[in-house]
């Protein structure tokens, strides 16, 4: 049986817009979502220009209303459309979706226990929209010392204790942590084996990883990856929206999880390919970190040995990313972190001609090889899937950071 929220849910709105350049007319339906506010752009079928509109919803009263669409205007009759759109801001299309069936119709049976979802999607746009200002502020407080202000926005402490630069410094990371893991596919084993290492450089080498620490802080990296991390979680919390219905997939059974036959409804490759980018640069030196670890507890050294010898943390971190994971995949624990430092996907994003194709629903990008350029297709939904497996193996590293951290004092100079 569906509960009162499913029924509402089950609502989708049909409309016309008329392109303000070709005068293509196309139908877009809208599966109304929870939000206030939902915003859907999409290109104009026949002549590419942007289109977007904004649907207003006043949940309570359960009514609502478009705003004047950019690009285009509303009309009443269907006659003569182009096409048919639907959009969601909460979940996935089915890919052979037919009008008029609603998403929410073919979708909702998929969950393992819908419940469940909308508890942790609560928690989610909770943090969205108020938890993740307040980290900010709290790290500011923690960056300018102010730890008066840091105090008093963290709240009581848990334990009777005077709270010290680490241990404010290890409640916030927690809390972060905590509110990040729900934006990841991380497994509880997952977390546990990176706690398993840096509870074993601890330790077994404590010395060792307080040098690595203390050569972090004098070299301004602590400081820097710091600030580098504050902006790839920003980045992610502002554009939540764009990957939220990929991550409602999760909460499937295994069985409906296939990407080749859903579609999310909004594309915004743009901003997308900007995260995935200062994330996979970010977490390649997160890398560093992670080696160093790995290079006290087997070999009691800072020194990753090598055929011809050996080599420093400074050489590792110098080395083109995409040879990196060949020495990551000396450690136990390069499953968390290889397979998604994928350099060719990277450059490939990166290249200024890289963009999104909506006839295809791909994103195209390109490689340059001995002075020819070779494209590279991968479908829209399966780019977004890599942004938040990166991101994923970017929360897993950072857990060795914000260790190296606490082992330098907290310091941030
Ligand atoms: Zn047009």
């Not at 040098?211 to 939540?240: C, E, F, H, P, T």
């Amino acid at each position: 049986m569906l509960s009162s929220a499913e029924s509402e849910l089950l609502m989708t709105i049909r409309a016309v817009l008329l392109c303000a350049s070709c005068e293509s007319k196309t139908v877009v339906r809208t599966q109304v979502g929870h939000r206030d506010k939902q915003e859907h752009a999409f290109k104009c079928p026949n002549c590419g220009i942007d289109i977007s509109y904004v649907l207003d919803l006043d949940q309570k009263n359960v009514s609502w209303s478009f705003r004047e669409p950019h690009n285009a205007k509303w009309v009443e009759s269907e006659e003569g459309a182009i096409g048919v759109r639907t959009f969601s801001d909460e979940l996935m299309i089915p890919a052979d979706l037919q009008d008029p069936w609603s998403p929410f119709i073919l979708t909702f049976r998929n969950f393992r226990d819908i419940d469940v979802y909308r508890h942790d999607e609560t928690v989610r746009n909770m943090f969205v929209e108020h938890g993740w200002a307040r980290c900010e502020r709290l790290m500011v407080h923690f960056e300018n010392a102010n730890f008066d202000l840091f105090d008093k926005e963290a709240g009581p402490p848990e334990t009777q204790e005077a709270p010290t630069v680490v241990s404010r410094l290890e409640a916030l990371g927690a809390y972060m942590e905590g509110a990040f893991d729900g934006f990841t596919l991380n497994t509880e084993g997952s977390y546990s084996r990176v706690a398993q290492r840096i509870a074993l450089v601890r330790s077994g080498s404590a010395t060792l990883f307080g040098d690595l620490a203390q050569s972090y802080l004098r070299s301004g990296k602590i400081a820097a990856l710091w600030r580098q991390i504050r902006d790839v979680r920003g980045a992610m919390v502002r554009n939540y929206p764009a990957l939220q219905p990929l991550l409602q997939m999760s909460y499937w059974h295994r069985e409906h999880q296939d990407l080749s036959k859903f579609l999310l409804s909004d594309k915004r490759f743009d901003a997308l390919r900007q995260v995935y980018i200062d994330c996979f640069e970010t977490l390649c030196r997160l890398t560093v970190i992670v080696v160093g670890v790995e290079t006290i507890i087997h070999h009691a050294s800072l020194e990753i040995p090598t055929k011809k010898g050996s080599m420093t943390l400074e050489d590792f971190e110098a080395m083109p990313n995409g040879l990196k994971t060949g020495i990551i995949d000396k450690y136990p624990i390069s499953d968390l972190f290889s397979p998604v430092i994928d350099t060719k996907l990277r450059n490939g994003i990166g290249h200024n001609s890289a963009h999104y194709e909506p006839k295809t629903d791909e994103v195209i990008c390109y490689e340059t090889k001995d002075a020819t350029t070779v494209t590279r297709t991968l479908p829209y939904t399966e780019f977004c899937d890599r942004v938040l497996k990166l991101f994923a193996a970017f929360e897993l590293a950072e857990r060795y950071r914000l260790a190296l951290h606490m082992e330098a004092g907290g310091a941030l100079k």
